[in-house]
């Protein structure tokens, strides 16, 4: 299997440092307002790749933190005039039911910087110790000047880096790029005792120490979206490398932006929609195919042209999954096994997803997987159960749980409901074919119009005739 690495900028054989675990970071929110779906198409990206680690055997400790204490969220409380904890902790369940409605699989650990305040600490006193930082009036900075590969990962040229930095009035800074490891605590801010005095940690060392609290020295994958790499994952680097003296990480993913209008959709531009929108609007399995049909690196221009084609493809597998379950829930064994070879299809979705998750060509392999099982079907008048047992297989190993694209249990209560009224669908779709084949065009198509009065539309296409249900 192949990964870009961002810091070698090449696509690398992805070996794990212990396999079979895969030792998983993605940065996660900072809890101060719904995420909105620039932040989902990041979390919603990291989540397929950490399943398909998982279709491949691996052993994933997915770890994402949350970031509850901040300057957003200090500015919010005065906004609200709540506490901050109270503002994160409401934001923080936010972020629980959205991501598990977008069914993303919950974190191993979703661990919270204002727990790990302790170990936050010792890590900053080990780099003061180092030499690695120093502290001027209760604020303690990161001296990148001590850390050989700072700009590595980002490719930054440091004196340009320092030619453009804003030297800030009063800054005490020992250079403009020095970052901030322990912010002092102005009047009123909630604060934390410190060697340094009453204060709190800055949010790049957040990541360094719950990475290292959660997964260890060094880690196998670490994510995030694009913005960042620089400074935030530059920072961690200089961070936990000069406290550790390892390796921190083996691979480092970075998600393309979701812009809207070619810009990027972010909370300062003002150009957001939130998740918890656009989940009223389409469904979590049509956002998902959205995104997968981009690849993870490239750049995304949110279109509702394009959310309402994912929800028509959904609609195209949920239609052959309605299928399946229905022609399951007979449990004949009569009929006929026709030829078809699923392991083709196993070894073509696995061919692209091994190539840096290559999701928009698995979503083809899908597709195209979907368009010849429709054709079998329409070709056979009975199949043996054992081919649907296999498609059903097939869907769920690959759409379901590693796209996340479609949802058996959830069809199983819809059809629990509708299983006489699916069966006698299926009946006058079947009288209507031998209607067609004699010709009686009179008669089959009174049949169509009266189920589309009723509000089921089939759809005529060379693979046979599908049904769905009209939107209400
Ligand atoms: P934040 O809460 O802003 O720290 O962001 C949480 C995650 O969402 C980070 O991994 C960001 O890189 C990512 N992110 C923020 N905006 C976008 C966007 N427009 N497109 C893709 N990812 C984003
Ligand atoms: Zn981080």
Same mark, same amino acid.
């Given at each position: 299997m192949q990964i870009y690495n961002t810091f070698s900028k090449t696509k690398e054989e992805f070996i794990p440092i212990n396999p079979p675990t895969v030792n998983f970071y993605v940065c996660g929110p900072t809890v101060y307002d719904y995420f909105h779906i620039g932040n989902a198409r990041s979390f919603i990206m990291a989540d397929i790749v950490r399943r398909y680690l998982e279709y491949k055997g691996y052993v994933v400790k997915f770890v994402m933190n949350i970031t509850d204490i901040d300057d957003k969220i200090i500015n919010k409380s005065k906004e609200y005039k709540k506490p901050t904890d109270e503002i994160a902790k409401f934001f923080t369940n936010a972020f629980y039911e959205d991501i598990s409605k977008l069914k993303i699989k919950p974190a191993n650990v979703y661990p919270r910087a204002t727990d790990s305040i302790e170990d936050i600490i010792e890590m900053i006193k080990t780099l003061v110790k180092k030499g690695y930082a120093y502290e001027i009036d209760g604020n303690v900075y990161y001296d990148?000047?001590? /850390?050989?590969?700072?700009g590595k990962l980002s490719g930054k040229n440091l004196e340009e880096l320092e030619a453009g930095a804003r030297i800030e009035i009063n800054d005490a800074k020992k250079n403009p790029l020095d970052f901030v490891l322990w912010k002092k605590a102005k009047e009123g801010e909630p604060s934390w005792d410190s060697p340094w005095g009453k204060g709190r940690p800055g949010w790049h060392i957040e990541c360094s120490t719950m990475s290292c609290k959660h997964l260890g020295l060094s880690i196998d994958i670490h994510a995030g979206g694009?913005?960042?790499? /620089?400074?935030h994952h530059e920072n961690e680097i200089a961070q936990s490398e000069a406290a550790n003296e390892k390796k921190f990480v083996k691979y480092w993913m970075h998600f393309g932006f979701l812009n809207i209008q070619n810009e990027k959709m972010s909370k300062s531009l003002g150009n957001i929609i939130t998740a918890r929108e656009l989940l009223s609007k389409y469904s979590a399995e049509a956002i998902r195919l959205f995104f997968s049909q981009t690849h993870y690196r490239g750049p995304l221009n949110f279109s509702e042209e394009l959310l309402t084609a994912a929800e028509k493809g959904v609609e195209k597998i949920k239609n052959l999954a309605d299928k399946i379950e229905s022609e399951l829930k007979k449990g004949s064994n009569e009929g006929v096994m026709p030829e078809f070879d699923f392991s083709f299809y196993y070894k073509e979705f696995e061919k692209v997803m091994d190539d840096d998750i290559n999701t928009p060509q698995a979503v083809a392999v899908i597709f195209e997987f979907v368009k010849s099982i429709n054709k079998i079907i329409s070709e056979h008048e009975k199949i043996n159960t054992d081919f649907y047992r296999r498609v059903k297989k097939f869907l769920q190993d690959?759409?379901?749980?590693?796209?996340?694209?479609?949802?058996f249990d959830s069809l199983l209560n819809g059809i629990k409901e509708e299983s006489i009224e699916d069966k006698l669908i299926e009946l006058l779709i079947n009288v209507r074919l031998l209607l067609k084949k004699e010709k009686n065009y009179a008669l089959s198509d009174l049949i169509r119009d009266e189920l589309n009065k009723l509000g089921i539309i089939l759809q005529d296409s060379k693979e046979g005739t599908t049904y769905k249900r009209k939107k209400i």
């Open positions: 990148i000047s001590k /850390f050989e590969n700072y694009n913005d960042l790499i /620089f400074p690959t759409a379901e749980a590693v796209l996340g694209i479609i949802h």
